[in-house]
């Protein structure tokens, strides 16, 4: 079956910079990417998503590229502020079905 | 509208003692998916509904765990007797009719103890 594998398990960036996340996945028939962001204490929430008939999403200071070769796409977040510190969760769909879920990465954005 | 809910927000039993989550999905949606994360680890897929019938129920551990929507609308999940290993959080999603995994709305989750 699907497995996904996300890195790293924490980052820490300073406010304003960058944030790349990456995840790895093994079924190439997967065709659904989503990224899920949960705060503390709060329920997961849909951040983004890419199907697999295109490489790149943009949504504001968030975005995900996806290369369907090397099996791994990536979510990139500019100018991290306080408010982007999070567990971000990675997950893999073939066709609509189950989510397969990375292990999560824990970023902090320090101010 | 409201979201998709789940009853308790905690848990906390001894082994071998019987538990029972509760998700109430957002009106409407047929799918209702339950995942599980223990500790650190990633969120695990559990089962799926479509309405009342179970179409992927392959990420049940074991018969410990029994899962039911009945009329197809709120779900509850059993876990008996509970062990050591259940503990963890149980979250609940739902979608819409045809919508499946895609732009699924999650639940707060269960966080359940098992001493």
């Known amino acids: 079956g699907e497995n996904v594998e996300q890195h790293p398990s924490t980052l820490s960036v300073q406010e304003g910079d960058s944030a790349v996340i990456k995840c790895t996945y093994s079924?190439?028939?997967?065709?659904?990417f989503p990224w899920y962001k949960q705060e503390l204490g709060k329920r997961p929430q849909l951040i983004i998503d890419?199907?697999?008939?295109?490489g790149e999403k943009k949504d504001q200071r968030i975005a995900v590229t996806l290369n369907k070769t090397a099996k791994h796409f990536s979510l990139h977040i500019t100018e991290t502020q306080p408010e982007d510190s999070a567990v971000y969760f990675c997950?893999?769909?073939?066709?609509?079905?189950?989510?397969?879920f990375g292990a999560g990465t824990i970023l902090r954005v320090k101010s | 509208e409201a979201g998709v809910t789940q009853f308790p927000s905690h848990s906390v039993i001894e082994k071998g003692q019987t538990v029972t989550l509760r998700c109430d999905p957002i009106?409407?949606?047929?799918?209702l998916y339950w995942y599980r994360r223990v500790m650190g680890k990633e969120i695990k897929f559990l089962l799926h509904f479509v309405k009342e019938s179970k179409q992927d129920e392959s990420g049940m551990p074991n018969n410990r765990f029994l899962a039911e929507r009945t009329g197809g609308t709120y779900s509850t999940l059993k876990v008996q007797p509970a062990e050591l290993e259940d503990s963890g959080v149980y979250f609940c999603?739902?979608?819409?009719?045809?919508?499946?995994?895609?732009?699924?709305?999650f639940g707060p989750g269960t966080r359940l103890t098992v001493l």
């Open positions: 079924d190439s028939a997967s065709n659904y």
């Open positions: 009106s409407g949606h047929d799918n």
């Open positions: 999603a739902s979608s819409p009719p045809g919508q499946g995994a895609y732009e699924q709305f």
């Open positions: 890419i199907r697999s008939n295109v």
């Open positions: 997950a893999a769909s073939k066709d609509g079905n189950k989510l397969v």
